[in-house]
């Protein structure tokens, strides 16, 4: 089955520096990968989401990579700010056809920016 | 704020209770999730509606059912509860039926099952 792995470790960045969190895959490629926010006791906020044809999405100080080759998607985040702070959690959607799609979450990476 | 609204907050029972989980979606949003949210297995897709009917099953146990009204709210009953339903259950709306579309949160349920 498809399993994702995201830093189970907390990620500390000073404020201002660019942070990057690690999405890696297993088995096949998804028709698309989701990166979503989440605070503390809240539901999950989406950020970008990116498509298998594409190498790289921005918005913003945010920038979403992935590489099909490497089963991977790079998340950034430029000029870091305390407020950044939070567990980021990437989600794809497998290229399954029918009542059987559905999406999978990664556990999150839980990203501390420090003033 | 999304504008998905879930109700209740928390839900403390007891094991072999039952419960119902209500979500309320966006405003013209045809699509509701359910998810269940633990600390050990993450956030986990249970099932998904569209407009009244059953479009995409995830890993829903037979306790659990759903369902969505004409007026597109959508109820989680959960039944024969065991310690380890112990949870946050996470709606999400969107607009269309694909899980392409952005996905908009409640700020969920919290259950405790003693």
């Known amino acids: 089955s498809q399993k994702i792995e995201q830093n189970s470790e907390a990620l500390n960045i000073q404020e201002g520096k660019t942070a990057t969190l690690t999405c890696n895959y297993t088995n096949y490629s998804p028709a698309y990968l989701q990166w979503y926010r989440q605070d503390p006791g809240r539901g999950p906020v989406f950020l970008l989401l990116?498509?298998?044809?594409?190498k790289e999405k921005r918005k913003e100080r945010l920038k979403v990579t992935f590489d099909t080759t490497l089963k991977q998607s790079l998340f950034h985040i430029t000029a870091s700010q305390p407020a950044d702070s939070a567990t980021y959690l990437c989600a794809l959607r497998m290229n399954y056809g029918g009542a059987t799609n559905k999406l999978i979450f990664g556990t999150g990476t839980l990203l501390a920016v420090q003033p | 704020d999304s504008g998905v609204t879930q109700t209740p907050k928390h839900l403390i029972t007891a094991t072999g209770q039952r419960v119902t989980l209500r979500c309320s979606p966006r405003?013209?949003?045809?699509?509701v999730y359910w998810y269940q949210q633990s600390l050990d297995q993450g956030l986990q897709f249970l099932i998904q509606?569209?407009?009244?009917?059953?479009?995409a099953k995830g890993n829903i146990l037979e306790r659990f059912s759903a369902q969505q009204f004409p007026d597109l709210h959508s109820e989680l009953n959960l039944s024969s509860l065991e310690l380890g339903d112990s949870a946050l259950y996470f709606c999400?709306?969107?607009?269309?039926?694909?899980?392409?579309?952005?996905?908009?949160f409640g700020p969920g349920t919290r259950l405790t099952v003693l």
């Open positions: 405003s013209g949003d045809l699509s």
């Open positions: 990116i498509r298998e044809n594409e």
């Open positions: 999400a709306s969107s607009e269309r039926e694909g899980f392409a579309d952005t996905q908009y």
């Open positions: 509606y569209y407009n009244g009917e059953e479009r």
